[in-house]
């Protein structure tokens, strides 16, 4: 079971990324999926998580209406659009996937998680 994000870069205050987390192995379809972030010298943080069928979103609130979780059951992905990011967003970005169908803040609620791809926002 692999969870593979890609989309990270560089880019500056006030722009757009969009990350993407493309699952194999297993079909994740039933799971609760989420994203956390974690910058050098601090913990893992929650950023957004999605219920199953995408019907119920959290965000944690240094993101909200900046950044959106949605995901595509058929084609085992999940993606996060980040809007007006800002140099606090910066750090490692991680895909991870739920054995609760709906969508939780908490790491522990998480059995799969990817390898993380790294956002940097320069102001």
């Known amino acids: 079971v692999q969870l593979q994000a890609s989309g990270g870069g560089s880019v500056q205050a006030g722009g757009s990324l969009r990350l993407s987390c493309a699952a194999s192995?297993?079909?994740?379809?039933?799971?609760?999926m989420g994203w956390f972030r974690q910058a050098p010298g601090k913990e893992r943080e929650f950023v957004a998580a999605?219920?199953?069928?995408?019907?119920?979103?959290i965000y944690t609130d240094s993101v909200k209406g900046r950044f959106t979780i949605s995901r595509d059951r058929a084609k085992n992905t999940v993606a996060l659009q980040m809007n007006s990011l800002k140099p606090e967003d910066t750090a490692g970005y991680y895909c991870?996937?739920?054995?609760?169908?709906?969508?939780?803040?908490?790491?522990?609620?998480?059995?799969?998680w990817g390898q993380g791809t790294q956002v940097t926002v320069s102001s």
């Open positions: 192995g297993r079909t994740f379809s039933n799971n609760g």
């Open positions: 999605i219920s199953w069928n995408g019907g119920s979103t």
């Open positions: 991870a996937a739920s054995f609760l169908a709906s969508g939780s803040s908490s790491a522990s609620a998480y059995n799969y």
